[in-house]
């Protein structure tokens, strides 16, 4: 008997118009050569470039120029002449320079003492002046006994000229560089190295995870078990010619455990871990993808025994297109690659492949079928004893009240993920310090529990005096249809303080245990729940809101489902009526236009009638329906217990 999940029974919200719409661990290093690696090390940083500049500016003004060139006029360039200042004059083609020493004082200091004196250099005077058309410069130069000769300009030296040409040449490759980095897909590895995959790799035992750690998915751990036990102990398998499955899908809905489940079977079996996601291997390039499959196949079998991990295939697992209309060339190319690659694969390489998606019907045939991931695990939602083990991990670190009482919690979160309770239990923390307690107690888990289902609470959200009567028995109607329905999921809270983007009030039911399958009866009633509110307001003000709008949406999909899937209609009793089915750029229905007629008629018929049962039972308990609604106006929030009393007199249907 198929289950569909649209029946498993959760918390349930009814309110107006409801509408809600990691770094890596450590241990965790790219795969690729060493200068790959040791750009994961280095950052470029702005700042490096210009202490460079400064120190080889710094180094060519402190050794390449000379400090004690001084500048000065034409006529006081004489003066020195004449005072004897000046005993040396160096002549060029448009500049004079003029020293205190001259060249037999250098040599005789270098020859006593074998060096330059370098304090001597440093005291001598340079006089610098641009040359002037003077006919009494030189007699000046003879009557004055200076030593002066021509010289051509001396050209800059070697590391001036590479400050002036090859440091900015260098300096604009490494922006050029840096900022085609910046363009890449990060991880160290830039625009020149997208035909390299961006998978990583734990090495043995740096996962963390193990079986333990995972928690209310017994019957997946099972399935894996068997993985771990084959990279652990091969031979057992060879000896008695069993083969082990080349790939494991994990499937299940978002939050359940797959990349966790994944990270255990490596952890227990300690080899290396190839992680990456689906949508690494697509880029804008053709050929990117297939290229990035073939060196990740390469690497694992280079690290074999190994693991290699897929999250969400379906990325580039979808099913491929027909007549070449609507597809995606390097998709498809990528898809193809990973074929090829899994089919040459064999029990002795060692490599075991594991991926995980949500969405298992939209991925192609070739990739499931026996030889490539020949065995699917399915990851669901916990049951009750799940969500109790899930809780008491994400709770092992969190101070409690001696209160708290997880299998409650459990019970009000039916239908939740672990993510979801993973969330739940840090929210409580979250509200335990807000409130400044020392320890969570049962209420935190429950306002938790309600911020995850209905949103955040909207206390600045004013409403008028007539809206909060409106909602005060709008909520009510909701409330009282579902204790008279029989075998509905009771009344916990009823509260008119608006939370999210469009509940101003909200009922919420928790189911005493989980529920997979439901009667038809059932869904009746869950109509005739959701239908209550507005009854209420039809019955007490004579008229209707948009309130409703959510409730009344919610109700008619179910009555159509009724008819089209669960084959609950009495005129196609038994039959399924498939959906409208898209192919190409054009649509194809299934089943005839009479029976679309039948369908929006019959649907019709079922919401009406429901709300004209649920009009009368109201109007039946009209007394008990203003009592609860007055009293919700004075406390806002209603809790079950309260409920349940207030309610006991109600009048049977």
């Known amino acids: 008997m198929d289950n569909k999940d649209d029946l498993e029974q959760g918390p349930t919200l009814i309110g107006k118009d409801n509408k809600k719409k990691q770094k890596d661990?450590?241990?965790i290093h790219n795969i690729g050569d060493p200068i790959m690696r040791f750009g994961k090390r280095f950052r470029f940083s702005f700042w490096y470039f210009l202490f460079i500049i400064l120190l080889l500016l710094g180094f060519n003004t402190l050794f390449l120029q000379n400090r004690n060139v001084t500048t000065i006029d034409y006529n006081q360039f004489k003066e020195l002449i004449a005072q004897d200042q000046i005993v040396r004059v160096q002549i060029q083609d448009d500049k004079l320079l003029g020293y205190s020493l001259t060249k037999e004082e250098l040599i005789q200091q270098t020859q006593e003492t074998n060096t330059i004196d370098t304090s001597q250099l440093l005291s001598m005077n340079t006089y610098s002046t641009y040359a002037v058309d003077d006919p009494t410069f030189i007699p000046l130069l003879d009557e004055s006994g200076v030593e002066y000769y021509a010289a051509p300009e001396q050209s800059p030296g070697l590391l001036s000229t590479l400050l002036s040409y090859l440091l900015p040449m260098v300096i604009f490759i490494f922006i050029w560089r840096y900022l085609f980095s910046k363009m890449g897909q990060g991880g160290g590895q830039g625009v020149l190295s997208f035909n390299q995959n961006k998978a990583k790799i734990v090495a043995e035992g740096d996962t963390n995870v193990r079986f333990s750690d995972v928690k209310g998915v017994d019957e997946s751990k099972l399935e894996l078990e068997e993985v771990v036990d084959f990279l652990k102990h091969p031979q057992r398998y060879s000896d008695i010619g069993g083969k082990i499955p080349k790939g494991v899908l994990l499937v299940g809905p978002p939050g359940t455990g797959k990349t966790l489940l994944a990270k255990a079977v490596a952890g227990e079996a300690k080899v290396p871990f190839f992680r990456m996601s689906g949508a690494d291997f697509v880029e804008m390039f053709v050929g990117v993808g297939a290229a990035r499959v073939r060196d990740l196949f390469r690497q694992a079998k280079e690290k074999s025994p190994c693991i290699i991990f897929i999250d969400e295939i379906d990325a580039i697992g979808r099913t491929r297109s027909q007549g070449g209309l609507g597809g995606n060339d390097e998709r498809e190319q990528t898809l193809n690659q990973l074929l090829?690659?899994?089919?040459?694969f064999d029990s002795s390489s060692k490599v075991i492949i594991i991926a995980a998606t949500n969405r298992p019907e939209i991925l192609d045939q070739a990739l499931l079928r026996p030889g490539r991931f020949d065995r699917q695990v399915l990851v669901d939602?916990?049951?009750?004893?799940?969500?109790v083990a899930i809780l008491g991990i994400h709770t092992k670190n969190i101070k409690m009240d001696s209160t708290v009482d997880l299998r409650k919690i459990a019970q009000s979160a039916a239908g939740l993920s672990g993510a979801d309770l993973a969330n739940i239990a840090n929210e409580a923390a979250l509200l335990a310090v807000r409130a400044n307690r020392k320890t969570v107690c049962q209420q935190d888990f429950e306002e938790?529990?309600?911020?995850?289902i209905a949103g955040l609470q909207r206390k600045s959200r004013i409403l008028s005096e007539s809206e909060r009567i409106k909602v005060a028995y709008h909520e009510t109607?909701?409330?009282?249809?579902?204790y008279m329905t029989q075998g509905a999921p009771p009344v916990s809270k009823i509260s008119i303080i608006p939370r999210g983007f469009g509940a101003l009030g909200y009922t919420l039911q928790y189911p005493t245990e989980d529920r997979f399958l439901m009667s038809e009866s059932e869904l009746l009633g869950t109509i005739d729940t959701l239908l209550g509110g507005r009854a209420s307001e039809e019955l007490?003000?004579?008229?209707?809101?948009?309130g409703a709008g959510n409730d009344i949406s919610r109700a008619s999909d179910l009555v159509r489902k009724m008819i089209t899937e669960y084959g609950m209609s009495e005129k196609y009793r038994n039959i399924t009526l498939p959906s409208t089915t898209n192919q190409g750029f054009g649509g194809s229905r299934e089943y005839s236009e009479e029976a679309q007629q039948y369908i929006d008629s019959e649907t019709a018929r079922i919401v009406n009638e429901r709300y004209r049962l649920v009009l009368e039972?109201?109007?039946?308990?009209?007394?008990?329906?203003?009592?609860i609604a007055?009293?919700?106006?004075?406390?806002?929030?209603i809790d079950g217990d309260t409920f349940k009393t207030l309610a006991q007199n109600v009048t049977p249907q």
């Open 25 to 27: 661990p450590p241990g």
């Open 340 to 344: 090829v690659e899994m089919d040459g």
């Open 381 to 387: 939602k916990p049951d009750l004893e799940g969500r």
């Open 448 to 452: 938790a529990i309600e911020k995850s």
């Open 477 to 482: 109607g909701h409330a009282l249809t579902a």
């Open 540 to 546: 007490i003000f004579s008229e209707i809101s948009t």
């Open 617 to 627: 039972h109201l109007r039946k308990n009209r007394d008990l329906l203003e009592t």
């Open 630 to 637: 007055q009293k919700l106006l004075v406390d806002e929030v």
